[in-house]
């Protein structure tokens, strides 16, 4: 059984940091993407940040400069982290798993190609 565990939200004040977390377990397979997305309120889910499976990492414009995705253990355990966080980066954020991903495009991100998710982590930035 795939697991994808997410960990690490939090009420954090504008200009804050807060770093996620996402374990991942039970893959039988190597040629993997790991993903970030978030889910505000009334609004579609969107991507943030990639590591694809040739180990490429890749973000959102609204991520740039700001978020940092890393992993360790043979992105069996990946982080996000974020920094300077303002109100507008308030949402659930997910982790998620694209085997065999089409790496021409997974920097799009697209959360119809994802095969397995998290159950997400409340990330509150107050104003």
């Known amino acids: 059984e795939v697991r994808v565990v997410e960990s690490g939200g939090a009420l954090v004040q504008t200009g804050g940091s807060l770093r996620l977390s996402c374990a991942v377990s039970?893959?039988?397979?190597?040629?993997?993407?790991i993903e970030w997305f978030r889910q505000a309120p009334g609004k579609e889910r969107e991507g943030v940040a990639c590591?694809?499976?040739?180990?490429?990492?890749y973000y959102a414009d609204s991520a740039k400069g700001r978020f940092t995705m890393s992993s360790d253990n043979a992105k069996k355990t990946v982080y996000l982290q974020m920094n300077s966080l303002k109100p507008e980066d308030t949402a659930v954020y997910f982790c998620?798993?694209?085997?065999?991903?089409?790496?021409?495009?997974?920097?799009?991100?697209?959360?119809?190609?994802?095969?397995?998710w998290g159950q997400g982590t409340q990330v509150t930035v107050s104003s």
């Open positions: 998620a798993v694209d085997v065999y991903p089409d790496e021409r495009n997974i920097a799009n991100m697209p959360p119809s190609w994802v095969d397995y």
């Open positions: 039970g893959l039988t397979v190597d040629d993997y993407a």
């Open positions: 590591i694809s499976g040739t180990d490429v990492t």
